[in-house]
């Protein structure tokens, strides 16, 4: 079993987006305590979102299951989007999309599971529209 913390935690507050390295306890991405097996020798996997979260564990995984990992920003709510964009640009982020605001992490890590295991060999030169329901021209 694992060690992690459980709440209680201690009262904390940080402006949007937050930062990750700010958290007390830090969340467990992997950095130190995902070892992995090779499972992903000879796959290319794309990842958006690896900043922080979901998004950065994913990645440190597939990296470390042997994959060549590339990252790429979407419609996905990140803190990379909040520090890169004008405040403007920010406060309507992801509106536009037909469900009507921006992805979270978590919704987009299946896709990557899905890319990146055995039961998706046969899948090649796919796009998926993780887009909101925007759709992809």
Do not use: H, W
Request: with cysteine; aromatic share 6%; hydrophobic share 30%.
């Amino acid at each position: 079993m694992n060690s992690y913390p459980k709440p209680p935690f201690k009262t904390q507050q940080q402006p949007v987006p937050g930062e990750q390295r700010k958290m007390d306890p830090l969340p467990d991405c992997g950095e130190q305590t995902y070892k992995g097996s090779g499972r992903l020798a000879n796959k290319i996997a794309l990842v958006t979102g690896a900043d922080s979260g979901i998004g950065r564990a994913v990645a440190i995984a597939f990296a470390r299951e042997g994959a060549d990992v590339a990252v790429s920003p979407g419609p996905i709510r990140t803190p990379l989007i909040v520090s890169t964009m004008t405040e403007d640009s920010v406060k309507d982020f992801g509106g536009n999309t037909p469900l009507g605001r921006p992805g979270q992490p978590v919704e987009v890590a299946p896709i990557y599971v899905l890319l990146a295991s055995d039961e998706g060999s046969y899948i090649s030169g796919e796009r998926y529209g993780v887009t909101g329901g925007k759709p992809i021209l």
